[in-house]
């Protein structure tokens, strides 16, 4: 059994979503999936640092960082905690402008840049929960569909060699989820 550490900065959507997943047969049945949320809502840099000195342990294999890009503020020092990342192994899945996009393409698809108040408020509406928190229950069922949607707006921003992190609307959880065989 491969053991692989998620770190989050959100407290809410991001967790549910992590612990929706370790209850997948294909993953609860071959991957120890833990999940750590820093207490002080971590930045990206902090949350890449914390993952590369948790990946030097020999019982973990993978460690992997969620977070958001987050519009019109974006988080400050985003290309160091991505370059860190590609220089410690930590895998990344950034979302932008943030988590609740990844929601989103459960639903539908989305093409045009979006704030994260307006995803936020479109997620919401989508799913009609009130606050941050979801029930992972909705969404798991829609994880291929989200997973083609966000593969497409990847490719979209590659031919329109729109880089990070200018490609909103993005959003890289297909890549866990691949890695995690839930795809």
Not at 41 to 60: F, I, K, S
Not at 64 to 83: G, M, S, T, Y
Request: proline fraction near 6%; hydrophobic fraction near 35%; include cysteine.
């Amino acid at each position: 059994m491969r053991t692989v550490v998620v770190f989050c900065e959100g407290k809410n959507s991001e967790p549910d979503y992590i612990n929706g997943l370790k209850n997948l047969p294909e993953i609860a049945d071959n991957t120890a999936l833990n999940l750590e949320i820093h207490p002080e809502q971590g930045v990206p840099l902090t949350l890449v640092q914390m993952a590369a000195e948790r990946l030097a342990d020999p019982e973990v294999d993978e460690c992997w960082c969620i977070f958001d890009v987050e519009w019109p503020k974006n988080h400050p020092n985003l290309l160091r905690a991505k370059q860190l990342a590609q220089g410690k192994g930590v895998r990344l899945v950034i979302s932008n402008p943030c988590f609740e996009l990844w929601l989103i393409l459960h639903h539908r698809g989305y093409t045009r840049f979006i704030s994260t108040a307006e995803a936020e408020s479109l997620s919401r509406s989508l799913d009609g929960r009130a606050g941050k928190s979801i029930d992972s229950s909705v969404y798991l069922p829609l994880r291929k569909q989200a997973a083609r949607r966000a593969e497409q707006l990847e490719k979209r921003h590659e031919n329109n060699d729109t880089i990070f992190p200018d490609d909103n609307p993005s959003s890289g959880m297909h890549h866990l989820l691949r890695a995690l065989s839930a795809i």
